[in-house]
């Protein structure tokens, strides 16, 4: 679209103001973990990176970032294994309900976090009072509600995947000798491994990131890192929540640059 | 025959079908479906100070939430708070959408595309954090303007209706942006220089050809955008400070504060059928005012 | 000698039959194209045989066993696929080694006929290369060579040149054609293109509506099509309305009397003849009894090189079509638009029709 002058730089202006606006919260977090002051002014009399090393330091910190880390991927782990045979089945066969199914199985996204985290917060309190058995506040109930808020994202990206891989590419390949197995484990898989990377790497985003659902299911001594960052900030706002909420950036931004090796970002949305 | 044993792999038919599906379903019925009714069965019981919870099917819970002012407001300005929000991202989301979505050079798209995607998918932790900073009486933008010496004193920005709004804005305009971007690169530019070769001028091209063709990633946007705006919980809480409500960190506190799951409960239903209400509602409106008969979303 | 044979072979969706009643044998090292419009279920028949659609009716031998039920990795049978179906991920050398792989050969072996197979296409040099690498006409000899690298005692090919420009077309029909017969690979081609067909096969089966209309050599078909659909599929042809009037008489609708070959059903509807067999004459040329002869007025002449076609409309309304090859250039003596001429052509040259 070629624009007017003056148009142009307002069309620029406009979009770099709102870009900026969109990265300003993490610059802003990236840079006051840096400052040598305790207390936060403006400009910073100098740099350092001892927050870092402060926030590790902190308990509630160093075992809110392993167990959020640890939550992650075995909520991955477990998504992917029931998730992408959920794929499968909807990428390729054909049966009645399968939009249901598609909507049932993609519905978490809709669900607001608070909306499910309460939901299974006294559903567990429920069963504990049935069963004897304690869910909440700790890690298999914490798996549990993660796996549930992880599917969606193994099944939608991985649907995709596999419905990109032709039917003539399959059937080529069993012309040529390789039977169904062979030709899903040499053909199929290979083809949509982008996609299965794509749904693992977002897998473990949506949940070492989740805070409403997480809400209602940490506990004392098991809270995850989001969790504790939001209790930090009730009280303090200073370089050392601002170094932990950078290692957070990072660790996602990583998955996020891995990602983009294997699949068109955008197309996840 | 062995030849349709294997095959199921390939084209899963009857039982191998249901196998496959059957791990993720029971996940999602056992774990999202059931809680939901729950949630539904305790908003009809009774709260009792004293024993808690007491079995009954009774409106009650419905009957004070929406007869009580102080909650019919913070429904109020939880729903204003999620029209506003979405409707400035639509507007804002659609230019820098377009930047993107024609710029040429592969690395400058993948580039611009992860900045968008990694404020979306930081966390809402990360994000309120750098508001914070950025708002605080001694935050960033204070400092910046008493440098310059604009003012004397920090400008109370936190804790305010617009501080709420910046924040929800943040959480929901990358979501928007990427949403427009994928749907308007899949309207290939011939199109917009068929309708500048006949002299329409840029606003007509957008208004004629462009809008209406990215109404399905519009609608879609928009929904999500809409539900993040009003199950906002870190924003209202460390933003919006002591005194601004909304129903996302009320849920929270009735529930493991208060103790009142009933209340807690049906406030929760009431969130998300309100939530699911107004979503269809401006799914239809858009669709209709763009000359759609009917515009499916997309999940 | 037959070698593949379809016996009575039948696909039916629901209530609607995609393929009926067919009946074609094979011999060793033929070429025979399934010809016909889109849905006449010439690719279904193809899948029946490669064992990607199962049958159901009828059975399929090959060499004399008998494979409908075999499943499709079971069947020695090389297949080049329409959009050549290669594998992405794979550089081409490994495309070809695929099938060899299947089989179990040993490394040194597979490399030997991955090699072989290549140059036999002309594309050693893009061994290492990617599909999307290549263009369309490289691609699809990847695919020919991944097919023939296993040795297959059918060559299966769905459309193969219909991604193609002309130009390469042309190239890559002989091309198959050589490689055909210097292997001796018995061939299954379907095409919707009947130039393909006609230039490439040694027989043809028209197919229509899921039946088969007629089968024979090009030269069968094309001189002798046995009904109206087979003689209209097959180039251009003209066709007057009428009915029979004798042994070898033929009285159109519009009152005129024609001679035909005598051949054709007791109850012909129509009288046939090619364009190219019909030449125009001056309108006060003297008489030809032997001949047919129609007067007509001159529409529209179409330039094409090394033909010249003509559009006429006779004096009974009829449209009429007439080429003529162009071997004394652009002579257009008595040819202008809106002349009239009169058109002949012999009675060996007309056919009737049901």
Known sequence: MKLPRLGTWAYYGIVGATLAFVVAPLLAVIWVSVFVNKIIGFPPTGYTLKWYANAWALVDFREGFLLSLQLALLATAIGLAIGVPAALALARARFRGKAFISTLLLSPMMVPGVVAGSGVYLYFIQIELLSGVQLAATLPGLIAAHVVIVIPWVVRLVTTALLSVSENVEEAAQNLGATPLQTFWRVTLPIARPGLVAGALFSFIVSFTDLEKSLFLVGPGRTTLPIAIINYLEWNLDPTIAAVATVQIFIIGLALVISDRYVKLSRAF | ?299 | MSYIEFHRIEKRYGSFHAVSDFALSLDKGELVALLGPSGCGKTTTLRMLAGFVPVSGGRITLGGKDITELPAHRRNIGMVFQGYALFPHMTVAKNVAFGLEMRRLNREEIELRVKEALSRVRLEAFADRLPKQLSGGQQQRVALARAMAINPDVLLLDEPLSALDARLRHEVRAEIRQLQRELGLTTLIVTHDQDEALSMADRLVVMNKGRIEQVGSPAQLYEEPSNRFVAEFMGKTNFLEGRREGPADFRTTHGSLLKSSGDGPAAASCLSFRPERARMVPVDASDEPNLNTLEARVQLFTYLGSVVECRLESSTGQPLLVTRANTSGVQRAGLTEGARVKVRWSPEDSRLLA
């Open chain 2, 1 to 299: 025959m062995t030849q349709a044993a294997h095959a199921s792999l390939l084209r899963p038919r009857g039982g191998t079908t249901g196998t496959l599906l059957a791990p993720a379903t029971i996940v999602a019925v056992v774990l999202l479906v059931a809680p939901l009714f729950l949630l539904l069965r305790y908003s009809l019981n009774r709260f009792d100070p004293g024993s808690l919870m007491i079995e009954a099917l009774t409106l009650e819970n419905y009957v004070k939430f929406f007869t009580d002012p102080f909650y019919r407001d913070v429904l109020g300005r939880t729903i204003h708070i999620g029209v506003v929000s979405t409707a400035v991202c639509v507007v804002l989301g659609f230019l820098p959408a377009y930047f993107i979505a024609r710029t040429q050079s592969v690395k400058m798209k993948s580039l611009l595309i992860i900045a968008v995607i990694l404020p979306l998918l930081m966390g809402n932790a990360v994000r309120v954090a750098g508001w914070m900073v950025l708002m605080g009486d001694s935050g960033v933008i204070n400092a910046a303007v008493m440098k310059l010496g604009l003012r004397s004193e920090p400008y109370r920005l936190l804790y305010t209706d617009l501080a709420v709004l910046i924040g929800t804005i943040s959480v929901q305009l990358p979501f928007m942006i990427i949403t427009l971007q994928s749907v308007i690169e899949s309207i290939h530019p011939s199109l917009e220089e068929a309708a500048l070769g006949m002299g329409a001028n840029h606003w007509q091209v957008f208004s004629r050809v462009l809008l209406p063709l990215s109404m399905p990633g519009v609608v879609v946007g928009t929904v999500l955008c809409f539900i993040m705006g009003m199950n906002a919980y870190a924003t209202p809480v460390l933003i919006g400070g002591p005194t601004f409500h909304m129903m996302a960190p009320k849920v929270y506190e009735q529930i493991t504060k208060a103790n009142n799951w009933p209340f807690g409960a049906a406030m929760a239903i009431v969130l998300m059928v309100t939530t699911l209400v107004l979503t269809m509602l401006s799914s239809w409106l858009m669709a209709r005012m763009s000359g759609h008969g009917s515009v499916e979303a997309k999940a």
